[in-house]
């Protein structure tokens, strides 16, 4: 599966993005679909997962409340909709993509980017007034 991630700009401290993974060479209804983040300087983290098998997502502590994961199967995308963004939310996002089992990516490995098989380019989102 290829993916490629989109939607990335600049915008005001408070204001909002959306973020697609849109994927191509196969269906994104049995891949899990992770999306990570870094900054400059910085450690490669991970914000947001959500998984096919049941829906389940997962945020990073510093992102809960603010930002959405979710899909759209007739398109074939997973969106990442951010508000009330911060500057320290300034990084490159990246999406990726493991195709997905009951007994993959729980609660606790969602975040590891070594999990994740299939990876799209970046898309910068600067934060900054």
């Known amino acids: 599966v290829q993916l490629q991630a989109s939607g990335g700009g600049l915008v005001q401290p408070g204001g909002s993005l959306r973020l697609s993974c849109a994927a191509s060479g196969s269906t994104l209804d049995d891949y899990a679909i992770g999306w990570f983040r870094q900054a400059t300087g910085k450690e490669r983290e991970g914000v947001s997962c959500i998984k096919a098998t049941d829906g389940s997502t997962y945020y990073a502590d510093s992102v809960k409340g603010r930002f959405t994961v979710f899909r759209d199967n007739a398109k074939n995308t997973v969106y990442l909709q951010m508000g009330s963004l911060k500057p320290e939310d300034t990084a490159v996002y990246y999406c990726?993509?493991?195709?997905?089992?009951?007994?993959?990516?729980?609660?606790?490995?969602?975040?590891?980017?070594?999990?994740?098989?299939?990876w799209g380019q970046g898309t910068q989102v600067t934060v900054s007034s």
């Open positions: 990726a993509a493991l195709r997905d089992t009951p007994y993959v990516l729980g609660p606790y490995s969602w975040s590891r980017a070594v999990e994740y098989d299939y």
